[in-house]
C-alpha cells in the first residue's frame, strides 16, 4: 500500500507475509493550505506581470495546443469533438476545449502540458475554460494572465487539505476554479468570485477518481459546465446557502469541508474502488 504519495510505498505483502513495512505511519492529517481565497485574489490583481507572466504565457500556449490536437486528432473518447457536434455557443466551446485536451492526453499525445496541483488533466481544466472565454470575447491578455493566476491558485488551495492521494476527481476543484476565472473575466467582485466556487461545489462535488482515463474528459466537461452555472447563479445573486448539505458559512468554511470530504470521507471509496479494479 501507499500513503501520502502515489510513489510513497508503506506496506507490501505477498500470499501472507509480510515483505515490507515502513516505520513508523503516514500523517493523519493533511497540511493546512497556507492560502485563502482573500489573499488569493488580492495577488491575482496586484502581482507583477514580469514575476508571473512567463510561466502563464506558457501555460496559454501549451494546453491551447494539445486541446486543438484533442479537436482535430483521433483522442480518448472523443468528448471535446461530440460537444462542438451539440452546438457551437460560447459555453460549449468552452467545456470542449477542456474536454479536447484531455481527450488527446488521455489517449496518449505527447505533447507537454502545464500542470496544475500535480495533474494535467487540472491545469488542462483551470486554463482552458478561462482561455477559451478570453479570447472569444476579446479580454485584454493582462486581464486573462491575472484571470489564470486566479485560476490555478484557488484549484490549488482547493486540493491543498486533501493530500495527494484522494477518490475526490480532481477536475471538480479545477472546474470550479475556472469558473471563477471567468467570473473574475466579467468584472465579476470578490464576493461572485468566491460564491461561484461555492456554487459549483455544492453541484458536483462527490465525483470520484477511477484512475487516469478516457472518461476523465467527460468528467471535466460535467466540471467546466458546474463552474459556468455556479458563475452565472452568482450573476444573478443566487446561491447556495450555509447548512444546505456541505455549503458552510464562508467560503473557506466551504472549501474546509469539501477538504475534509476529500480526505476523510472517501478514505473507503478509495479502497472499493482499487477493489473493484483489480476484480
Known sequence: SVADRHTSLVYLESNGEVLFQAEGSASADAPKSPLTMEGIYDFATTASLDDVGEVIRRQIEMNTRIAEEGLTGEWGAGIGKVLLASGEDLPTRIKAMAAAGSDARMGGCAMPVIINAGSGNQGLTVSLPVITFARET?????????????????????????????????????????????????????????????????????????????????????????????????????????????????????????????????RETDREIIRIMVE
Request: charged share 15%.
Open 138 to 266: 476579446g479580454v485584454p491578455e493582462e486581464k486573462l494572465i491575472r484571470a489564470l493566476v486566479l485560476s490555478n491558485l484557488v484549484s490549488i488551495h482547493q486540493r491543498y487539505g486533501m493530500g495527494r492521494l484522494s477518490a475526490f476527481c480532481g477536475a471538480v476543484c479545477a472546474g470550479a476554479a475556472a469558473g471563477a476565472g471567468i467570473t473574475f473575466l466579467k468584472g465579476g467582485a470578490f464576493e461572485d468570485i468566491c460564491q461561484t466556487v461555492s456554487n459549483a461545489l455544492a453541484i458536483v462535488s462527490g465525483i470520484v477518481c477511477d484512475g487516469a482515463k478516457p472518461s476523465c474528459a467527460a468528467k471535466i466537461a460535467s466540471a467546466v459546465d458546474a463552474g459556468l452555472l455556479g458563475g452565472r447563479m452568482a450573476e444573478s445573486g443566487r446561491g447556495f446557502h450555509a447548512g444546505e448539505g456541505i455549503v458552510s458559512e464562508g467560503i473557506e468554511g466551504t472549501l474546509s469541508n469539501v477538504a475534509r470530504l476529500g480526505k476523510d470521507g472517501m
